[in-house]
């Protein structure tokens, strides 16, 4: 296999998706494929030729993202002619995990810090790095809100709480910050108990074992088990974004930097809208 060339690339909203299929393209040619034109279509699919396996992309993400990044996986399979290999866990899991040499090819955090800490280590490139979705914090509870929680006050008068380890998960990080901000953290953190990421949390939520719990607005995006009872505003805490970043010791360079395009194109942007996201900031007018 020859080594693949390296590109440079920042990708924008108006040509984010010519830019992915440009830079799979390059990367599949490098790899021994070539695009051969489908059936039906102009622009034609990207296709092996030879009797390799195709090319596989390891994306670790923050776990709040599974569901959309899942769903919207084929897509780029589609066009790529790669299969993207999915593992999700908190943030701060998956640093460790990158740490102890796990195969990643692209890293999704919800929390910048944890990209700031790999490129820091020299694991992840910052310089190529997108910033590629935002999210707002919430309180969750229970579908029909058994507790009658309506506003910080009322974390209070309740019982259990839950939220993510603030020692791995950005979403537990961003609860203490909510809440120190607003004066109740030291009577709050009796009550808590800490999950080891928003999967977690949410389940806990659903499954009625707390009374309300701290996470992030797409959480209960399309769910029918839990619902957000209180909206964090605006400018109470520091923005939550999603930055993604290709792993320095991805032999599939040019294919990451093609997801991370593809991650930033209008249909992914609506995508993550759609699930209950911000778009990028990096695109928000």
Avoid at 132 to 138: E, M
Avoid at 182 to 191: D, F, H, N, R
Wanted: aromatic share 6%.
């Amino acid at each position: 296999m020859k080594t693949l060339v390296k590109v440079p690339f920042k990708a924008t909203a108006v040509a984010a998706r010519g830019v992915a299929t440009g830079l799979v393209a390059l990367a599949l040619a490098s790899s021994g494929c070539t695009q051969a034109p489908a059936s039906g279509s102009e622009s034609g699919s990207l296709t092996a030729t030879t009797s390799a396996a195709p090319l596989e992309l390891n994306v670790s993400a923050a776990a709040s993202l599974k569901k959309v990044l899942t769903d919207t996986a084929p897509a780029f399979e589609t066009s790529s002619g790669a299969k993207v290999v999915l593992n999700f866990g908190a943030s701060g899991q998956l640093v460790k995990q990158i740490e102890g040499g796990a195969p990643v090819d692209v890293f999704v955090s919800a929390s910048p810090s944890a990209v700031t800490t790999l490129a820091g280590e020299g694991l992840v490139s910052a310089e190529e790095s997108e910033t590629v979705a935002g999210n707002t914090l919430v309180v969750l509870v229970p579908q029909g809100n058994p507790a009658s929680v309506h506003a910080p006050q009322d974390l209070l008068k309740v019982a259990k709480l839950t939220t993510g380890d603030p020692a791995v998960a950005p979403h537990g990080q961003k609860a203490v910050e909510w809440l120190s901000v607003i004066g109740l953290w030291e009577k709050i953190a009796p009550k808590l108990v800490y999950a080891a990421n928003a999967a977690q949390t949410d389940d806990y939520v659903a499954r009625g074992e707390v009374d309300a719990g701290v996470g992030f607005a797409s959480d209960a995006k399309g769910r029918t088990d839990i619902e957000v009872a209180y909206t964090v505003p605006d400018g109470t805490i520091n923005p939550i974004t999603y930055v993604a970043a290709p792993a320095a010791a991805s032999k599939q360079q040019e294919l990451a930097k093609a997801y991370l395009a593809y991650l930033m194109s209008p249909e992914m942007q609506q995508a993550f809208v759609d699930a209950g996201f911000k778009q990028s900031p990096a695109l928000a007018k």
